[in-house]
């Protein structure tokens, strides 16, 4: 089974601070998403990347950056949390080989800031 | 935004009965999907269809897909109270890799 994490359930962090959100997915997958999901709003896609090292924006890239330096990883950063980034984070990944394949998601890491 | 929008945006059932949600869609599109959502968790892939494609079915459940009208349905047949989730669609748009998804469909099945 593919399976996506994400490094934590729930995140409680402070305005101004920085803030990391890990994924790791096992299936060699290459394409990798950040979604942040908020009632009303469905999930909106922040960042997504086809390869390591590549990103391309998503609707919702500002306030966000994201590193993926190994192929099952995807870092998204918050490089000054502010208190509308309190929101559902989910990542996604994907396989492609000239079709498209469907997304797995992690299980969402919860973030307030405060 | 290129957002696909479901409707209903809720929907409430017995159990037994058949529940239907609606996905519309705004440009041309490589294929449709369908995930749901239990309550705080992860998306889980449903049922792909492609562009190619107007009908497909999976256990009990059937989407079909309309490209003309740009809309997309899912039909659940005798739901069952596990059913009960939120239901997204998501579309690939021609030429990306980017997926949009709707603001989904909240189901409730009563037992």
């Known amino acids: 089974d593919v399976k996506v994490t994400q490094s934590s359930r729930y995140l409680v962090k402070r305005t101004g601070e920085k803030v990391f959100l890990e994924c790791v997915q096992d299936m060699d997958h290459e394409n990798m998403f950040w979604y942040r999901q908020d009632p009303g709003l469905g999930l909106r896609l922040i960042y997504f990347?086809?390869?390591?090292?590549?990103?391309e924006k998503g609707d919702i890239p500002e306030g966000y950056s994201v590193s993926r330096e190994k192929k099952e990883r995807f870092s998204l950063i918050l490089e000054s949390a502010s208190t509308n980034q309190t929101s559902m984070y989910l990542c996604?990944?994907?396989?492609?080989?000239?079709?498209?394949?469907?997304?797995?998601f992690g299980p969402g890491t919860r973030l307030t800031v405060t | 935004s290129q957002q696909g929008e479901e409707d209903p945006q809720a929907l409430s059932i017995q159990e037994g009965e058949n529940a239907t949600m609606n996905c519309s869609y705004k440009t041309s599109i490589n294929n449709l999907q369908w995930y749901r959502q239990n309550s705080g968790r992860g998306l889980v892939h449903l049922i792909l269809?492609?562009?190619?494609?107007r009908e497909k079915h999976s256990g009990r459940l059937r989407v079909t897909l309309d490209t003309s009208k740009k809309s997309s349905s899912l039909l659940i047949t005798a739901s069952r109270a596990a059913d009960t989730a939120s239901y997204f669609c998501?579309?690939?748009?021609?030429?990306?890799?980017?997926?949009?998804f709707g603001t989904g469909t909240r189901l409730k099945v009563l037992a």
């Open positions: 998501a579309t690939e748009y021609s030429g990306t890799y980017k997926y949009i």
């Open positions: 269809i492609r562009s190619n494609e």
């Open positions: 990347s086809y390869d390591v090292k590549m990103k």
């Open positions: 996604a990944s994907s396989q492609t080989s000239g079709r498209s394949y469907e997304q797995y």
